[in-house]
């Protein structure tokens, strides 16, 4: 397919060594053009694809182009696919209540990146100050039934859910450790200065204690 004029210009702007900030600046400029978005993603290539998430219209994100975005971002390394899809929740699910119920279905998902996003917008409740959540109970059930067998994306998504949970919801907080201590993931993982570990029982105590909870 021809790429239009515009779209050949904003992938000059686009090099190996452009970095987020540079495309959050460039979307500044465009705004919102979810056709440009559209070609920008037919590239297949992993910045411009962040660019396009970034100038989305969220009011045409369906679940049947969600399912064609999440296909495409499958292609990609770990590093990358991850990258994208919680670029995605982050700048266009979470924004419009279409798409924040459409993310709230996908709990079982056949995706296992919706899966993920499933996860990651709990847990991104959470640690954003909004605790007081009717589903915390079935959420850690469910946690403690699949956490073990889920697909690594999605288990480090429910794995920083459990982590929020522990920290914000005292009742809680025990069981979230055992959690952590049954499955052992993360256990030993080592960190970059100033990150939290992932290991629950770890993650539970550092962030409840910065935050003297």
Known sequence: MERSSKAKNILAQIDDKTKLGDLRKIAKDIKKDHGLAMELWSTGEFLPRQLAILIMDNKLLSQDLIDELTKDMQRH??????????????????????????????????????????????????????TDHPNTEELLAAIENRISIEEPDVQWAMNFTAGWIGVFNKEYRARCIDIGEKNGLYKGKMVSKGCTPDYLPEFIAIESSKRNL
């Open 77 to 130: 390394p770990i590093s990358e696919h991850n990258c994208l899809v919680d670029w995605l929740m982050a700048n266009q699910l979470s924004k419009e209540k279409k798409t924040v119920a459409l993310m709230q279905s996908w709990q079982n998902s056949p995706s296992p990146l919706q899966r993920r996003i499933f996860w990651y917008y709990q847990a991104r409740l959470r640690w954003m100050g909004k």
